[in-house]
């Protein structure tokens, strides 16, 4: 096991119309037996990063520790790590066990001795009985759990890991997600795993470092990346359903919403938090009053006509098994909400949207950072405000 450090990592392709930028100053540091996972949208640069860090690639700048021990000019094979692909690699020729137990093998260790080791991570994932069968004779999840089996066996300084659970069906992904996280925690390993999928990186992940256009937008613990994002983007990648966003202005005390003839007025937070009062210490030094607001779907609710914070028309429900995702369009256009229960409501009637008015994100329109979080109704606010009288 090592820790894991990157500084100002820089990785330049050479195209044809000149020189493409993959990685961008990118710097973190994963602590010796943590889990972390690169996450973001296709093409952010998540898995030129883990090719870098694994020698799979030579990064342009920046350096790459294990511990103390810079590896930055290093082959692959010689900075001791594990790698998952996405693509199972498995050598068809051979049984399982021989397949978990050649990395053994290509290092030298004697015969009974690799093959031991080998059935005991056989046992670890609980493949015992598929080390006599060849790869053919498997299914895609045991393919995949055989393949980890065999980055285990070596007990490198750490498992490199990229997009390994893409091409399984949803039922089996929740199920590898458990044994993955299970076998990591008993074997201690530092692991860095690359997705797109948010599931498996909340679940999985000590850490988690949120990626786009080749930069690191933030990287902190699940919990932190999900209820204090850095900016617009980490807000609206992390979390499902995807954040409403909508246009509004501020005097630095109050925020203001307009939707269609109705207007939401929400407070500016008193910060609580270091992070919350760095952000709060720049509304003030704006040059425009134009924000951004954002309110995930589960901090809405559908409610009766005039009894939330504003109104619109109910366009679908889509349940969701527990719960049911309401799309309600509105003059702002649609605006998506995570209701428990939807029991008298109807397709295409009027409803009202309320609003966890703490639960609101503030962001700079222009830079997309988050300056603010929203508080309670202003001191003599209602709900609504200006909504035409459109009732008999």
């Known amino acids: 096991m090592s820790e894991i450090r990157i500084e100002n990592l820089r990785k330049v392709y050479d195209v044809p119309r000149g020189k493409e930028v993959a990685v961008e100053g990118s710097t973190l540091t994963v602590p010796d037996g943590d889990f972390l996972t690169l996450l973001g949208p296709s093409g952010c640069g998540k898995s030129t990063t883990l090719r870098c860090i694994a020698g799979l690639e030579n990064q342009t700048e920046g350096e790459i520790y294990y511990d103390e021990d810079e590896v930055s000019d290093r082959l692959a094979q010689e900075r001791d790590i594990s790698m998952v692909f996405q693509e199972i690699a498995l050598y068809p020729h051979m049984q399982c066990i021989d397949n978990i137990a050649?990395?053994?093998k290509v290092r030298g260790v004697p015969k009974d001795e690799r093959y031991e080791r080998a059935r005991e991570v056989a046992a670890t994932l609980e493949v015992e009985e598929l080390v006599e069968k060849y790869p053919a004779e498997l299914s895609g999840g045991q393919r995949q759990r055989i393949a980890i089996a065999r980055a285990i066996v070596r007990e490198p300084r750490a498992f490199l890991m990229d997009e390994p659970m893409t091409g399984l069906d949803e039922k089996l992904k929740v199920r590898m997600r458990k044994e993955?996280?299970?076998?990591?925690e008993e074997t201690e390993q530092t692991v860095i795993y690359v997705t797109h999928s948010q599931e498996e990186a909340m679940m999985l992940s000590d850490w988690i470092a949120v990626m786009s256009d080749g930069e690191i937008e933030q990287y902190g613990t699940p919990n932190e990346v999900y209820r204090e994002p850095n900016n617009r983007f980490v807000a609206s990648f992390v979390g499902m359903p995807e954040m409403n966003l909508w246009d509004g202005e501020t005097d630095g005390s109050t925020v203001t919403v307009d939707i269609g003839d109705q207007t939401?007025?929400?407070?500016?937070?008193?910060?609580?938090?270091?992070?919350?009062r760095k952000a709060k210490s720049t509304i003030d030094e704006r040059s425009s009053d134009e924000v951004e607001v954002g309110f995930r779907p589960q901090a809405l609710g559908v409610v009766d006509e005039g009894d939330g914070a504003f109104d619109a028309e109910l366009g679908l429900v889509e349940p969701m098994g527990e719960n049911s995702l309401c799309y309600v369009d509105s003059p702002i256009g649609e605006i998506r909400v995570v209701e428990d229960s939807t029991e008298g409501l109807s397709e295409g009637t009027r409803v009202g949207v309320e609003l966890d008015r703490r639960e609101g994100y503030v962001f700079d329109?222009?830079?997309?950072?988050?300056i603010a979080r929203t508080g309670e109704t202003p001191p003599g606010s209602g709900g609504v405000s200006g909504r035409a009288a459109t009732d008999d």
């Not at 993955?180 to 990591?184: A, C, H, S, W, Y």
């Open 102 to 104: 050649y990395p053994l």
């Open 180 to 184: 993955l996280k299970r076998v990591v």
């Open 365 to 370: 329109w222009e830079s997309g950072s988050t």
């Open 264 to 276: 939401v007025d929400l407070t500016v937070r008193d910060a609580a938090t270091d992070a919350e």
